[in-house]
C-alpha cells in the first residue's frame, strides 16, 4: 500500500507564495519520478512540474516562479510557488510512478490566489 499526503495548500493574495508538501509513504523499492498537476474549475488536470532522476521540467506557465525540491531520503516533494497570479488557483495533486511504473495519487490540496 503506498500513501501521498499532501500539504500546504490555503488562500493567498496575488504576488504571494505558498509551499506545497507531498510525502509518500508505503512499501516500494523506487520512486522514478515525483510529478505536480493542478486541475482548475472547469478544466482539464494540467502537468505542473515533474522531478526526475535527470532532472526537472516545468510548465511554460510556471517556468521562473514555482520550484520542485524533491528529497530522495524522505520520499519527498515539495513546490515552493513564488509570484502567484489568480490564474493559479487549482487543486493541486502529487503523483509518483514507482518500482515497474505504478503510478499513485494524493487526494490534491486546494490553492487559491485571490485579493
Known amino acids: 500500500q503506498v500513501q501521498l499526503v499532501e500539504s500546504g495548500g490555503g488562500l493567498v493574495q496575488p504576488g504571494g507564495s505558498l509551499r506545497l508538501s507531498c510525502t509518500a509513504s508505503?512499501?516500494?523499492?523506487?520512486?522514478?519520478?515525483m510529478v505536480w498537476f493542478r486541475q482548475a474549475p472547469g478544466k482539464e488536470r494540467e502537468l505542473v512540474a515533474i522531478?526526475?532522476?535527470?532532472?526537472?521540467n516545468y510548465a511554460d506557465s510556471v517556468k521562473g516562479r514555482f520550484t520542485l525540491a524533491r528529497d530522495n531520503a524522505k520520499n519527498t516533494v515539495d513546490l515552493q510557488m513564488n509570484s502567484l497570479k489568480p490564474e493559479d488557483t487549482a487543486v493541486y495533486y502529487c503523483?509518483?510512478?514507482?518500482?515497474?511504473?505504478?503510478?499513485?495519487w494524493g487526494k490534491g490540496t486546494l490553492v487559491t490566489v485571490s485579493s
Open positions: 503523483t509518483i510512478n514507482i518500482n515497474f511504473g505504478q503510478r499513485y
Open positions: 522531478g526526475i532522476s535527470g532532472g526537472t
Open positions: 508505503g512499501s516500494f523499492f523506487r520512486i522514478n519520478s
